[in-house]
């Protein structure tokens, strides 16, 4: 790993992200994970090449995975049962709109880290376009993959609702990457998995389409009509596993 001063990058780096996020009023968690070793999509590598051209010919590249956390409040305001529809009484588009108050605080800390650390950044997320897709895999060649890297950068396993779960506070988390010039070894991170817990797949029944969940989960999300793209009810139950563990 490369020194730059007394610090590492990483530790300036980390250091610095802490700094933001505090400024952003949020907890964030950040792992780093080398950008040939994650596997992805054909047609998310092919996005992915193009956007790394503006580094140049570097031969290493390493991707920062940001984490930023919602506020307790915010997963409180999603249903904790499966609901087919919002109530008149229920506060679920607050968790609506803090979906884009968590995207647009993680595309300022990822844009003045890119700038910061002679990178390139990807957004949290492809915003508003759920009224022109008709079918999921329409969002893939349009963005990497988020969760390939955070998994890869030890920020947290994969979740059998296929969202990345933080020992810090379950799938209660949105993802941006950075990329950075140079090669880092990722520091290990103590996992303890999903175990015997299957409560996300009791909670929904789009979780037993299989391959399928993706676009079936679209569906039912463009369905609800909230102020944003989201549903969330599988976080908020593995939130709650996740905080009971801890207690
Ligand atoms: C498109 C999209 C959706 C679609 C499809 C979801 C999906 N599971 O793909 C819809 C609209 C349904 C959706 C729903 C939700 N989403 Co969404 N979504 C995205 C988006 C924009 C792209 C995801 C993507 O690339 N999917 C493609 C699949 C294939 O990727 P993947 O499963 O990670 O697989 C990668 C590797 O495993 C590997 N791989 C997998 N299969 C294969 C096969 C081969 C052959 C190869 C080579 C590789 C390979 O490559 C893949 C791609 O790199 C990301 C933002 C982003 N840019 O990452 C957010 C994101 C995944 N969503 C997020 C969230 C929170 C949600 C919701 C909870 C909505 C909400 N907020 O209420 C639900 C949950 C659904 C669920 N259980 O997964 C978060 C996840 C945070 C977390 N903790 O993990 C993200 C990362 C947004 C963010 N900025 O934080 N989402
Ligand atoms: S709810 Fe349980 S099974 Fe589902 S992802 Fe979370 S820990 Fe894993
Ligand atoms: S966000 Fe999708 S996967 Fe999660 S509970 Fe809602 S419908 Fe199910």
């Given amino acids: 790993m490369f020194k730059q001063g007394r610090l ?14 505090s400024e952003a009023g949020r907890k964030g968690v950040i792992g780093f994970s080398s950008v040939d070793k994650v596997r992805l999509l054909p047609e998310q590598r092919q996005y992915l090449q193009a956007k790394l051209n503006v580094l140049g010919s570097v031969q290493d590249i390493t991707a920062v995975s940001l984490g930023l956390l919602y506020h307790e409040s915010e997963v409180l305001a999603i249903p904790a049962g499966w609901r087919g529809k919002p109530e008149t009484d229920d506060c679920w588009d607050d968790y609506a709109r803090a979906y884009h108050t968590v995207n647009d605080a993680l595309n300022r800390v990822a844009a003045i880290l ?22 999921v895999t329409e969002y893939f060649p349009h963005c990497v993959s988020h969760r390939a890297f955070a998994e890869a950068g030890g920020l947290g396993w994969r979740g059998r609702h296929g969202l990345i779960v933080t020992p810090e506070d379950g799938p209660a988390l949105r993802l941006a990457t950075l ?22 797949l009791d909670v929904c029944p789009v979780l ?18 909230l102020r944003a793209e989201v549903c969330g009810i599988c976080v908020r139950v593995c939130w709650e596993r996740i905080r009971s563990r801890q207690a």
């Fill in 114 to 135: 890119a700038a910061r650390f002679w990178g390139v950044a990807e957004q949290a997320t492809v915003a508003g376009w759920a009224g022109k897709v008709k079918h």
């Fill in 179 to 200: 990329f950075i010039p140079g090669s880092v070894s990722p520091e290990p991170r103590e996992l303890a998995g999903c175990g015997d817990c299957r409560a996300c």
């Fill in 8 to 21: 590492t990058v990483v530790e300036e780096i980390q250091r610095f992200f802490r700094q933001v996020c």
């Fill in 208 to 225: 037993h389409k299989g391959g399928d969940y993706r676009e079936a989960c679209r569906r039912r999300i463009n369905g609800l009509h």
